[in-house]
């Protein structure tokens, strides 16, 4: 079982810039993934960005160049710095974590509103 605390939500300016944080905290295992999903209402749920416990990174085709996602291995925490933040970022958060390998159960934070104002 993992659970995973999200914070750093909150209502900024286009232009602007905010910090998400992730702990998770449990039966982590060496290997594992961590990342933000968001979904906006009527939308399907989407990848922002992700990172595995090696420090391989993925990001979505639409916060390239603006997001940077980063991990503290020994905290088990998850970071996501928004840069240039657009309205169209504005959504619900979700902090994800699966232990490796692929397959196994998915674990979702509680999730966090982020509005960008125009």
């Known amino acids: 079982q993992v659970q995973l605390v999200e914070s750093g939500g909150g209502l900024v300016q286009a232009g602007g810039s905010l910090r998400l944080s992730c702990a998770a905290s449990?039966?982590?295992?060496?290997?594992?993934?961590m990342g933000w999903y968001r979904q906006a209402p009527g939308k399907r749920r989407e990848l922002v960005a992700r990172?595995?416990?090696?420090?391989?990174?993925n990001y979505g085709d639409s916060v390239k160049g603006r997001f940077t996602i980063s991990r503290d291995n020994a905290r088990n925490t998850v970071y996501l710095q928004m840069n240039s933040l657009k309205p169209e970022d504005t959504a619900v958060y979700y902090c994800?974590?699966?232990?490796?390998?692929?397959?196994?159960?998915?674990?979702w934070g509680q999730g966090t509103q982020v509005t960008v104002s125009s």
């Open positions: 449990g039966s982590i295992f060496g290997g594992n993934v």
């Open positions: 994800h974590f699966t232990n490796l390998p692929v397959g196994e159960f998915n674990y």
């Open positions: 990172i595995t416990s090696g420090g391989l990174i």
